[in-house]
DNA sequence: CGTTGGGTTGATCCTCTTCAAACAGGGTGG
DNA sequence: CCACCCTGTTTGAAGAGGATCAACCCAACG
């Protein structure tokens, strides 16, 4: 009775809406539940693919903001322009995530996303993400979760930044990507990374230089093993304690 | 030397539900522009009011989360422990900002939040309102972008914690202070400072010892003036400069 | 080839931390 | 009222960790 909501199937090209919504989006749909008439609603909605060259831009500080976005494969880094022109990366990216939750409150993008390898990403409208929300709550709720994460994965970088040394935040960074690509079924211990020592260092807070001499560091300490962009993990627990360990001796 | 007292009192005409919603709810409700019947479904949820003494938990890391608190009146911290005991501040709180935000992924507090002054919070709990935003999309999309202005935050903090020297930290806290209390009705150049030195370098990732010294330069600079925890800004333009600049000229 | 962008490593400098001492203000109990 | 804490704060001196500056290496690529 109140709100009556159109169920928004008007877009009407819906062929790639079943891959799109059972594999791009499974940080928005999998772990939901959704029956085969929820899935093709949230498939109708995500119709837009989009493909991205390295070095391209997915969306730029200023722009109006109208799609959160979900990576379907490739490796993306935020950023931010300080006022100087220099600028500070805010978070990398990586397949099944959601791109853009920060531009929704002033419905203007804050920060630049740019592919750090190929890539494709899914456009999710954010209105109509919305809409269809009040159809199926429990898309609406996961999404809160998702947004609740981000909001969880922010606050520990806040505390990396805030009390850790270089070595303590490397450890960190190394084993939080390694979290992820394990999760997505990639070695734990045994990846490339995709973005550069400046890269790290400025979304560690630290110098390039500083990244350089830590990796040498937990290199000569036999933990890891690096040769440029290729990091091998060799004594994950040492790892592990290093992260959590200075800062409770220091 | 009352600077801190409410400047304009408009509410207690109104029985607590409607005083709650429009009041210590402004967060939630007041840009939203709800008709009578949908604020008093939102004030039917939010009953329940409580008071919180100086030093007092409105919740701990570890507990479940059932709801989202409104402050009413009052002034909270956010801290999370780290494993060796040590705890490091993740926010400053105050009237109108809603908290537990953080929460509702895990469906667990992952921070404890402890007043800072007597306090008032309203709880909200959460599976109402989200069943409520079903009813009232307008609010859902409020919500949302209370949930995206705390990623933006947390961003901000992030850069803050990243690429600023001491001094610009400081700058920056105080004109963010500055900035929530001005916008609450009171002096933006004069106010009490709710936290310890130590709690402020904790959450700026700062020494204690830096942060008086910082102080203390500030006033050198005849910037600002410092009495304990009262902080008189005298000379916004110039404190305004000492937070852009340096990491322009770094 | 030479060029270029990224990476490593060394030496020096600077900021912040650490340790230490002294101080101020607000209770409390005598 | 004072003496006596206790906590929070200020300030100084010494030390460590990163930043900065600079040289050099390496692999990719025209």
Same mark, same amino acid.
């Given at each position: 009775?109140?709100?009556?909501?159109?169920?928004?199937?008007?877009?009407?090209?819906?062929?790639?809406?079943?891959?799109?919504?059972?594999?791009?989006?499974?940080?928005?749909?999998?772990?939901?539940?959704?029956?085969?008439?929820?899935?093709?609603?949230?498939?109708?909605?995500?119709?837009?693919?989009?493909?991205?060259?390295?070095?391209?831009?997915?969306?730029?500080?200023?722009?109006?903001?109208?799609?959160?976005?979900?990576?379907?494969?490739?490796?993306?880094?935020?950023?931010?322009?300080?006022?100087?022109?220099?600028?500070?990366?805010?978070?990398?990216?990586?397949?099944?995530?959601?791109?853009?939750?920060?531009?929704?409150?002033?419905?203007?993008?804050?920060?630049?996303?740019?592919?750090?390898?190929?890539?494709?990403?899914?456009?999710?409208?954010?209105?109509?993400?919305?809409?269809?929300?009040?159809?199926?709550?429990?898309?609406?709720?996961?999404?809160?979760?998702?947004?609740?994460?981000?909001?969880? @994965?922010?606050?520990?970088?806040?505390?990396?930044?805030?009390?850790?040394?270089?070595?303590?935040?490397?450890?960190?960074?190394?084993?939080?990507?390694?979290? @992820?690509?394990?999760?997505?079924?990639?070695?734990?211990?045994?990846?490339?990374?995709?973005?550069?020592?400046?890269?790290?260092?400025?979304?560690?807070?630290?110098?390039?230089?500083?990244?350089?001499?830590?990796?040498?560091?937990?290199?000569?300490?036999?933990?890891?093993?690096?040769?440029?962009?290729?990091?091998?993990?060799?004594?994950?627990?040492?790892?592990?304690?290093?992260?959590?360990?200075?800062?409770?001796?220091?």
């Amino acid at each position: 009775m109140l709100h009556d909501s159109p169920p928004h199937n008007h877009l009407g090209v819906t062929q790639i809406r079943s891959s799109c919504a059972s594999c791009s989006l499974r940080e928005l749909c999998l772990p939901v539940g959704l029956n085969d008439h929820e899935i093709q609603l949230l498939g109708d909605i995500v119709s837009q693919k989009r493909k991205l060259y390295r070095g391209g831009y997915l969306y730029r500080s200023g722009l109006k903001f109208q799609s959160l976005f979900a990576i379907r494969r490739g490796f993306l880094k935020t950023c931010v322009l300080e006022e100087d022109g220099r600028q500070q990366v805010t978070g990398f990216h990586m397949t099944g995530e959601l791109l853009g939750l920060d531009a929704i409150s002033s419905e203007v993008h804050t920060c630049d996303a740019i592919a750090l390898e190929d890539s494709e990403v899914c456009e999710i409208p954010f209105t109509r993400l919305e809409d269809i929300s009040i159809i199926i709550p429990s898309l609406m709720r996961h999404f809160h979760k998702i947004m609740s994460r981000e909001i969880v @994965r922010d606050q520990n970088v806040m505390l990396l930044l805030g009390s850790m040394k270089a070595e303590e935040r490397l450890a960190s960074f190394l084993l939080n990507l390694s979290r @992820r690509f394990s999760i997505r079924g990639y070695s734990e211990s045994d990846f490339n990374l995709r973005m550069t020592r400046e890269e790290i260092g400025s979304y560690l807070g630290l110098k390039l230089e500083t990244v350089s001499r830590a990796f040498s560091k937990l290199q000569d300490e036999n933990i890891i093993s690096v040769k440029n962009k290729h990091i091998l993990i060799k004594d994950i627990t040492h790892l592990k304690l290093k992260m959590g360990n200075s800062s409770c001796i220091t």
